[in-house]
């Protein structure tokens, strides 16, 4: 596959510095590129077959940790329908409580919008078990920044990926599609941790 930029970095957080916290520590420098123009091939049953699409590359990095009480998060990159970009993230306690939260709008034009904790809000429509974990996800779930409201529809309800035996983490990582007010508006990549057990940061 071949991805190619088709709009300027997308900076998280203050031009890159992405808090995660309270304290000025609990943060990471990240960067986003939604919109990557793909064409290339993947085989199916041995024989190639040409593919397009659009992606989305997040890079992100820290030698920080998180609050001692969080236990995970919830997280979502987005390619809009329009050319509009959205990236929002919650870090959750151990009670399940949002510790912080943080999401970013850019437009088609590239005006970007950077959604504080009181403006953002994380809420589970639907939950899903996974029969080999048996943690608990909540694969729909509604994001309000501001006063817009995203809904998230997960593809297939089973998107766990068990990494017990590499990185010794059970995430929920897979597609959604994104509805913005009521109406289609593009689809993306729902990353939730912390389900089967608090991460060890």
């Not at 959750?92 to 850019?106: D, E, I, P, Q």
């Not at 994380?122 to 817009?148: C, D, E, K, L, N």
């Amino acid at each position: 596959l071949t991805l190619q930029p088709t709009q300027p970095l997308m900076l998280q957080g203050e031009s890159g510095y992405s808090r995660k916290g309270t304290q000025p520590q609990q943060a990471s420098y990240y960067y986003s590129e939604p919109q990557l123009a793909v064409t290339g091939t993947v085989s199916r049953q041995g024989q190639p077959v040409t593919v397009t699409g659009t992606a989305w590359l997040d890079h992100e990095w820290s030698s920080s940790v998180l609050d001692a009480d969080a236990a995970g998060w919830d997280w979502l990159g987005a390619n809009l329908d329009d050319g509009g970009a959205l990236m929002a993230f919650r870090i959750r306690s151990k009670t399940g409580r949002t510790l912080w939260s943080h999401a970013a709008l850019r437009n088609r034009d590239g005006k970007m919008t950077q959604f504080g904790q009181d403006a953002v809000l994380f809420t589970p429509q639907r939950h899903w078990r996974s029969p080999r974990t048996t943690a608990t996800y909540p694969v729909a779930m509604h994001i309000r920044t501001g006063g817009t409201r995203w809904q998230l529809i997960p593809l297939q309800d089973d998107q766990e990926l068990d990494a017990r035996r590499s990185t010794g983490t059970v995430y929920w990582e897979g597609a959604v599609t994104i509805n913005r007010d009521g109406a289609p508006a593009g689809r993306g990549y729902l990353e939730m941790t912390g389900y089967d057990q608090a991460l060890k940061l």
